[in-house]
């Protein structure tokens, strides 16, 4: 099982970057992708997930309206298109999966999630 996150670079304030987590090895497949995000000194927190079985979708309420989650079946990829970006989002990205059921209520909940890829930094200049 192998969890691929890129993507991650320097933008400016209002600036647009697009993060790629590539999954392979799930025999069984997977139920959710998750993406995270670890600032220094702080707590990983949850920003994005999207769940396969309805292909639904939940945001940390820090990032609605400027990060979209997506995923393309035939390239086994899940995106994180990240717009508007902010100081605050520069933090180093990390993109999980459950292969379990996930319910709403922990689809930003890390303990979720048993899969983890490396991470990848994004930092966002004022």
């Known amino acids: 099982v192998q969890l691929q996150a890129s993507g991650g670079g320097l933008v400016q304030t209002g600036g647009s970057l697009r993060l790629s987590c590539v999954a392979s090895?799930?025999?069984?497949?997977?139920?959710?992708i998750g993406w995270f995000r670890q600032a220094p000194g702080k707590e990983r927190e949850g920003v994005s997930c999207?769940?396969?079985?309805?292909?639904?979708?939940k945001y940390a309420e820090s990032v609605k309206g400027r990060f979209t989650i997506s995923r393309d079946n035939a390239k086994n990829t899940v995106y994180l298109q990240m717009n508007s970006q902010k100081p605050e989002d520069t933090a180093v990205y990390f993109c999980?999966?459950?292969?379990?059921?996930?319910?709403?209520?922990?689809?930003?909940?890390?303990?979720?999630?048993?899969?983890w890829g490396q991470g990848t930094q994004v930092t966002v200049s004022s």
């Open positions: 999980a999966a459950s292969s379990s059921g996930i319910i709403t209520s922990t689809m930003l909940n890390s303990h979720a999630y048993n899969y």
């Open positions: 090895g799930f025999t069984f497949g997977y139920t959710a």
């Open positions: 999207f769940r396969n079985r309805d292909r639904s979708t």
